[in-house]
């Protein structure tokens, strides 16, 4: 196989993810996963039940690709920025270009994404896919915090952390009925975010001084900086 057939077999493949996914998620959010099969997904998605099972192992693992779009395009978002701005600043700046939208179609994917959080809630399978995610995620941001951004190992996981914490804290606050964010409004999402991500991240070089602005007064103190 040329490499360019190989390229297009790989673009088919995360593209069949990405519809189960989605199909998953919509189900998930209008009915539970309890009350979903795994056919009933396959059906949705226009594919053959033997073709879910090549791509999830279970109803639940079907949603991971579409968790997993948001940690893609910040960690991409952060590798940007770590070229020009301390590490915390680019950290923010990541979390705010990716967690609040400037348009229809990227709401729409939060918000769909959000339905999942909140029904993972009280789902435990479909909740340890949501963590295994955010973990997963983790340890992809510590590689671009060590190979990008010049960290050694232990800040880089314990940034990492900080960082990954303070997104997924905000969405499942968001997730459980927090504001919607609004392409003409507020980044309520993204001020979540960097709130939690100044609560967690207090010893980060080159962290941003807290305003008003971006959640809190300045010099709150940390343990109460994320509500």
Known sequence: MSERDASLVERRRRATAMDIAQAAAELFAARGSRDTTAEDIAQAAGVAPR???????T???AVAPLLDVGGQLWRNALADNLSRLPVADAIEAAIAAVLAPGDPATVAGLTLARRVVA???DDPALRSVWYRVNCDSEFELARVLRETGGLAVEPARLTAAAATHAVRIAFELWAAGGPSPDPDGE????QIAVRC?????GGVEGRARPTADAGGEPGAAPGRACR
């Open 197 to 201: 991500f100044r609560g967690l991240g």
């Open 187 to 190: 980044p309520a999402l993204a």
């Open 51 to 57: 073709t879910f099972y090549r791509y999830a192992r």
């Open 59 to 61: 109803k639940e693992e």
């Open 119 to 121: 029904a993972a809630a």
